[in-house]
């Protein structure tokens, strides 16, 4: 999934690398918080953090909190190392441009 | 994948980025309720300063000391204005505890200065005057304070 330059094909797609970039910004993001800043639904946020989850780019925590289950998603360090590399192989594409 | 993508779609990826980077920066804050308490409690003070003994009032400011230190230590860094999302220490910039803190003792000194100001001028309660005078501070300096807090945010290198 990732090139020798650190591009990663599984972040690129628009709607994961908006979410990966959001998680990297943060500690955490609960799931509605992540949800209504990117305006997606709750099927297609879910389905793509399982892909993130499972390539163990983040972790979901479920967190019981004020009496309602919470859903929170955090970027784990292979996440955020992966995430750093691509963005700085986006940023080698517009420096070989 | 990276034979085929152009500068324009990196460009795009990267604006992405950065624009869901700033999503996270624009969290950065302090709930209302912690300026309209904090000023309603500068005016409590002021008060009893004024029409109290000096024993209620060290102990009032302790107790105010005590419930502000355990509040601030989850809020001053402004990284939860809202229970959704934790931004990043090093995103909300590390100094930002301190900046708000250094305003703080400010404001207390603020406070001393314009009520010997207006004990001076022989006002009835310099305390209240001061404290109602610092408490609107609070209210429109504080949020001011936060938005100064994201500009630098936003200033910073996307990734660090």
Known sequence: MTADNGFDELIHPATRLQIVSLLAAADWADFTFIREQLGLSDSALSKQLSTLEEAGYVTIERPLSERRRRVRARLTPVGRERFTAHVAALQGIIAGA | ?160
């Open chain 2, 1 to 160: 994948m990276t034979d085929y993508l152009s500068d324009a779609e990196a460009r795009v990826a990267l604006h992405d980025v950065e624009r869901a980077r700033q999503r996270v920066i624009d969290q950065i804050g302090m709930p209302k309720w912690y300026w309209w308490g904090l000023a309603a409690c500068w005016i409590a003070l002021g008060v009893l300063n004024d029409v109290a003994n000096a024993w209620i009032v060290a102990v009032a400011t302790i107790v105010f000391g005590a419930v502000h230190s355990a509040v601030s230590q989850r809020l001053l860094a402004g990284r939860r204005q809202t229970g959704n999302v934790k931004v990043r220490r090093d995103v909300a910039g590390r100094h930002a505890p301190l900046i708000v803190f250094s305003c703080l003792v400010g404001l207390a000194g603020v406070t001393i200065a314009a009520a010997l100001a207006a004990y001076a001028d022989g006002a009835e309660h310099p305390a209240t005057m001061a404290s109602v005078l610092v408490a609107v501070i609070i209210l429109l300096g504080g949020p001011r304070v936060m938005a100064a807090i994201r500009a630098g945010a936003s200033r910073r290198d996307a990734v660090r």
